[in-house]
């Protein structure tokens, strides 16, 4: 007995425009240092459910491809995951605290619609502390940075492999 496989036929994969590792090493060693840095303070899984929002936000393809995957071999839930690029109708998949997270995340990621309000900035104040609030700032800053190395230079998604750096 023979199977009728489907092979499906993609897009083939875009080329990027400059290795930033290659070209700009000492800029890459210090963006993995500082992210190193930003990650302390804030708890692995809600890291990743933050880099994953601005990467949905900044419409960055390689970042969503590496913290999803990161965030899945933390322990995080498919369906979380999933549901993160509606989480205001989606709540009742996340804390207070982690809504907070993601509230501030765009507020901090879409610079363009204002300065990030007063509200959201008392919403996240209420649920971290100062320290681990510096830190989330700090992560969604870098998170930012990255997306725009790797949306700029045309970073290729879907070699990525969790442990990777780069």
Request: glycine content about 4%; charged content about 25%; proline content about 4%.
């Amino acid at each position: 007995m023979t199977t009728n496989e489907t092979v499906t036929a993609y897009a083939p994969e875009h080329t990027p425009r400059l290795d930033m590792a290659t070209l700009a090493p000492e800029v890459y060693k210090a963006m993995i240092r500082l992210d190193a840095a930003a990650g302390q303070g804030v708890e692995p899984k809600l890291r990743e459910l933050v880099k994953i929002r601005a990467s949905q936000l900044n419409h960055c393809a390689f970042c969503l491809d590496m913290h999803t995957k990161d965030a899945l071999a933390a322990g995080e839930s498919v369906e979380r995951i999933v549901q993160l690029s509606a989480w205001e109708e989606s709540r009742h998949f996340y804390t207070e605290r982690e809504a907070a997270a993601l509230e501030l995340t765009e507020a901090v990621t879409v610079l363009t619609d204002g300065f990030v309000p007063d509200e959201v900035w008392a919403r996240a104040a209420a649920h971290f502390e100062e320290k681990e609030l510096a830190a989330l700032v700090a992560a969604i800053t870098v998170i930012n940075s990255w997306n725009r190395f790797a949306v700029t230079t045309r970073m290729v998604p879907g070699h990525y492999r969790p442990g990777q750096h780069g």
